[in-house]
């Protein structure tokens, strides 16, 4: 198996496709809408929620099967008609074109994998087993969810501004990379947690 290439993408106002309009296209859906993407559907068939977001103009639905010119323009697709005849034929015109492609629950069809991802604000932790477990990726998500609680988000936030404050400042870059790291360490991190948490009442 080939190594993989970890990497998060920058999709706001690019061109992606969903082909499908069943509930796992809505959930891909609603992460490819999240992160800004010109988001387009082609499916005979639609969920409701789709068709209210077509109605709404947050996305375009095509109503008819897949054709591989629907990929014209495209720059990743999610393969969620749960047909694997379906989904390996939008493989293999993507693979053609050399567009980025996603058939759900079949790895050997996929160029990229959805990870299982902690979120905490920007903070995002994704765990991939290549296909091979997503049962385990999923087990893995829950702990480091207990392991990265709620107040990492604020903290990241915090450290955020330090940063930016160094960056204005005329400091020697080895002093400020020292001093980035030490703010970044656990310790800083258990110090500002109880502060967040004695300002909060206990709470996050």
């Known amino acids: 198996m080939a190594n993989l290439f970890p990497l998060f993408l920058k999709l706001e106002g690019r061109r992606c496709l969903v082909v499908g309009g069943g509930r796992i296209a809505e959930q891909k859906l609603e992460a490819l809408l999240t992160a800004g993407a010109d988001a387009r559907v082609v499916a005979p068939d639609a969920t409701e929620t789709i068709r209210q977001l077509a109605d709404r103009k947050q996305l375009a639905w095509t109503g008819r099967v897949f054709a591989p010119a629907d990929l014209d323009g495209i720059f990743l697709v999610i393969a969620a008609?749960?047909?694997?005849?379906?989904?390996?034929?939008?493989?293999?015109?993507?693979?053609?074109?050399?567009?980025?492609?996603?058939?759900?629950?079949?790895?050997?069809?996929?160029?990229?994998?959805?990870?299982?991802?902690?979120?905490?604000?920007?903070?995002?932790?994704?765990?991939?087993?290549?296909?091979?477990?997503?049962?385990?990726?999923?087990?893995?998500?829950?702990?480091?969810?207990?392991?990265?609680?709620?107040?990492?988000?604020?903290?990241?936030q915090w450290l955020g501004k330090v940063r930016s404050l160094f960056f204005r400042r005329l400091v020697d870059p080895r002093r400020r990379r020292t001093a980035l790291h030490r703010i970044a360490s656990s310790d800083v991190y258990e110090r500002f947690k109880r502060a967040h948490q004695s300002r909060h009442g206990g709470g996050l």
């Not at 005849?85 to 996929?110: Q, T, Y």
């Not at 903070?123 to 290549?130: F, H, K």
């Open 81 to 156: 008609t749960g047909n694997p005849n379906v989904n390996e034929a939008v493989f293999r015109a993507a693979d053609d074109r050399h567009v980025l492609c996603n058939a759900v629950d079949e790895p050997e069809n996929c160029h990229f994998y959805y990870p299982a991802v902690v979120r905490r604000g920007e903070l995002q932790i994704a765990i991939s087993t290549a296909g091979q477990s997503p049962a385990l990726a999923q087990r893995l998500r829950t702990e480091m969810e207990a392991a990265f609680g709620p107040e990492y988000e604020p903290w990241l």
